[in-house]
Each structure stands twice: as C-alpha cells, then as structure tokens.
C-alpha cells in the first residue's frame, strides 16, 4: 500500500512512497507519459522503500518551469541522499538515463522499461518535435477526453487489447483525471525531440543496468538489442506476450528486474 500523496517526500513534487516504512527510500520509481506515481501500486510492500512522484505537468506535481537539462538538475537535487537506484517506464525511462548521464557516479542500479536513449540529429529531432506539436495543439484544442482517446487509439498500446476492462478502465480514468495545459507542457518540456542524446553516457556508465521490452513491441525492442550491442554488461530482457506498458501487461516480469523489488 502506498501512503498519500504528500509534498515533503520530493520538494517541489506531489510523490508517494512504497515499501518498507521503516527504511530510508533507495528507489526513484518514475511513470509513463498520462501516469502518476500511482502507477506504481504494484511496488510490494516489503520491498525496499521507493519514491514515486507525479512527474512535472502530471497528476499534482506543478508544470515544468525550465528546459529538459533544468528539469533534470531539479530533481536531482530534490533528490534525498539515500535514493541510488532508479527505475523508469518509457518517459520515466528517459528521465531516468538522463539522471544517469547528468550524475553517473551517483547511482549504482537502473532498470529501464520500454525506454529511448535519444536520437541522434537533426532529422530526426525536427520530425519527432512536429509529431509532439500536433498531440500539443490537439490537447490545446480539444481537451483531455478527445486526447486520450487519440492517446489510447495508437498502435503502440494495441497490445493492451487482451487486459481486463477494470485494469484499463483505471488507465483511462487516470488519464481522464490529468489537466490538459500541464500534458501539454510536459510534452513540450520532455519530448523525445527535447531530450539530449544518452547512448554514450550510458554505454560508459559502470553501474548494474537491466533494460526491458515487451517482445511484441518491435521499436523497443530494436532499441534494446541496440543497447545490449553498445554495452554488453546490459542485462536485456525481452518480455514474451507483451507490448509496450509492461506496468500493465507484466507487472511480474518488471519487479523482477528490479533489484530490491
């Protein structure tokens, strides 16, 4: 069980905290693009104690106040000294290399979920950033239920077809409970387009690194066979019978790639 969401956890974010109460919190849990940190309820509670905060733009965390590199160096430094080990799902998985690029002596584990260590030109920033602008100019325009259901009609969470109505139904109602201005915000603060490239950082960084795809995810998985290649001492696990929200899809198979999960 989680506690309340509270604001003394992380300053300047709405954060909940799993695991053991007793212990000082060890793990940085960070969600998906339209989550919270109530994504992370599958956290057990014996596990070490974990840190889950709503991501700027997101749930009760206010919106981003700087560039991507600012919102970085912002939480790192919200950061309380016992957190070593993080752990992310696809824009938390982002984040998360970027806290490693940004200070790689300070964390000694990382597990990775359906994540993008950033692209490499020109290119391919200005194609993805007018792909971000039209879901901006969409949630602008038509607010969160006709964005969410454009969000949800992607080919990327076919997948999640096969889950129950009640693990969907509390998805979308999470979604349904964001504000649209601050999804907006986190989009153009985080987007792929936005994030500097860490396939160097993370190819030289010394800790353990365990990166997961859900084996029906063909991107994901391209990108994480990238990563084994690029750094061999990458534990690679390629989830069988899933897409791309392993949170949802195999809740099972991603404490297991948590250490102290």
Known sequence: ??????TDLLPGYACRRFGDPARLPTTLLLHGFTGTGADWGLWPDTAAAALAPDLPGHGGSPDPSGDFPAEIQRLLAALPASVDRLVGYSLGGRLALCLLAAAPARFTAASI?????????AAQRHGRRALDRRWIERLHAGGIDAFVAAWESQALFA?????????????????????????AASLAC???????????????????????????????????RRVGRQRPATDVRLVPNAGHNLLLEAPEAVLAAIPGA
Not at 113 to 121: D, E, I, M, Y
Not at 195 to 214: K, Q
């Open 159 to 183: 997948t999640q077809a096969g889950l129950s109505a009640a693990v969907l139904a509390t998805q979308r109602r999470r979604r349904l409970a964001q504000r649209a201005e601050g999804l």
């Open 190 to 224: 985080f987007g792929l387009a936005e994030m500097p490239d860490t396939w160097d950082a993370l190819a030289r960084w010394p800790g353990r690194l365990i990166w997961l795809a859900g084996a029906g995810d063909d991107k994901f998985v391209a990108i994480a």
């Open 1 to 6: 069980m989680s506690e309340a969401v509270r």
């Open 113 to 121: 979920v359906s994540a993008h260590p950033g692209l490499f030109n």
